[in-house]
């Protein structure tokens, strides 16, 4: 059936394709390591991350935008908030990224409550909290247009002088391919106008590799090198690979895990994990990219280090609304580091 819709040169590139995977997933299942299960935290420093809702911060009329008006107080109580930071806090994550995104097509980076962003902080004065801006690249992120780069960081000096206890700022552009020269120089205009310790933190596409060949949502070791240069802290989304396979997927993740870390050297570096569904998607399938699967591969590529990197930070989740007590429970079994007693109780965000 495939013959008679498509050219004959694209069957036979996606027959040699798929060949190619089983074949390598052959090799894998017969000659090479299947992940690596550690459950006595060695790998967790206590400084891990997690990506956040928007309404933690986020100003009334994104309730009113997304029709969620019922869903403000939720994220305007007080015990809400120190609940969740007590949930992250067990978990040893001390770095949260809540969302802020898209910015606007003319620059400006979506407003956030004052009041409820102070009371935010107060709750969560032991972390580091970066807001989440960005958004969708030729959408509502024009990085070729020097006036909106303009307007993007004015934004972000406006953010962070009206709330100083700000850490920094997480920057999530996408897509943004390997090579462009607009992003590094966004970050170079950033990290211009960021106050003394503030930090510059972005998300970043995982390295090219055969078993997913779109090189539209891959970096190169040379565009890291470049980006590392720039930034403080990356953040790599290591997931929406399409793989159907545990054995492959835990195997990518413990060569990006290997890559990433040796590309990015006096860069601070923390390795995204998926604890998302996304049903009905080709780009992820939720029983092979999810925390069980790929923490085997993290452990695997850390522990063939050795002695761990300098510049590894930790584990990001995706995402804190995505997150149930059973994801934490894999977490926790699989990755955390106990310090005394660890309550299994339910994630007071998933509602």
Known sequence: MISFL????????????????IILELVIWIFGPRG????DGRHDLGQNAIWLQHGWLGDRSWFVKYDKLDKLAHFRNPDRVRELAELLGRHNIRDVFPHLCPAGSDGRILPVDDKATEQF?????????MPWIGGVLSKNVILKDPLWRKTFVASIERLLTAHPRLAGLHLNIEPCPTGNSHFLRLLDEIKAVLPAGKILSVAAYPPPTILHPYPQVHWDKSYY???????????VMMYDTSIRFRMLYRHLMAEWTLEIL???????V????????????????????????ALQGVHLGLTIFGQLPDNYQGT???????????????????????????????DLTDH
């Open 270 to 293: 923390l390795l995204g994990l998926p604890a998302y569904e996304d049903l009905q998607v080709e780009y992820h399938h939720a029983d092979v990219e999810n925390l069980t699967e």
């Open 6 to 21: 498509l050219p004959e040169s694209k069957v036979r590139r996606i027959v040699i394709f798929v060949g190619l995977v």
């Open 225 to 235: 090198l470049k980006v590392a240069k720039r930034v403080d802290q990356i953040a």
């Open 121 to 129: 902080l107060d709750k969560f004065n032991d972390f580091r909290v």
């Open 316 to 346: 990001v989740i995706y995402s804190e609304w995505q997150m149930n007590a059973s994801k934490w429970q894999v977490y926790r079994t699989h990755f955390v580091k106990s310090s005394g007693e660890q309550a299994d109780r339910e």
């Open 36 to 39: 690596l299960d550690v459950r």
């Open 262 to 268: 040796r590309w990015t050297k006096g860069t601070k």
